[in-house]
């Protein structure tokens, strides 16, 4: 049986699809607090050339932003892909709650590959970590986005 994604990660999945568009990588994010949408951000690197502008930095800098303060307690994170070490490291940093994450990326990914970067003894907050929703969307983007450049 099949469930509806949830709201933040189709915002997640459309925030992906409007950087494809741009020919930047398909990758969105969200960040919720409670059932309030807080920062809706795409990766951005290409546009302002700019390496760390991944979709979860964007996000967590809008978040930041919005929110006034310097940390996201109390917040989630959706995101189209499982995010890198320097993505799991501004997540920890900002003490992000909880992770939803849809592809894997066992190439870039630090979450569930790599390093694992929540289950090392130097890091200091771990998420809640949720994989694999919109995990077929998401990397049907991914694919097809790679697929037109090769």
Known sequence: MSFPLPEPMRLALA????????????VGAVVTRGAEIVAVASNRMRA????????EMEAIRAALATLGTGRLD????????EPCAMCAGAI???????I?????????GAV???????????CHHRPEI?????????????KAFFAARR
């Open 15 to 26: 925030a992906a699809a409007d950087a494809a568009g741009r020919g930047e990588v398909p």
């Open 48 to 55: 302002i050339g700019d390496p760390t502008a991944h979709a």
């Open 74 to 81: 109390g917040c989630d994170l959706w995101v189209t892909l």
């Open 92 to 98: 920890a940093h900002v003490r992000i709650d909880r």
């Open 100 to 108: 939803y994450y849809g592809a894997a990326d066992a190439k870039g």
């Open 112 to 122: 569930a590959h790599g390093p694992c970067f929540f289950t090392q003894p130097t």
């Open 130 to 142: 949720y994989a694999g929703l919109g995990e077929s969307e998401a990397a049907a983007m991914l």
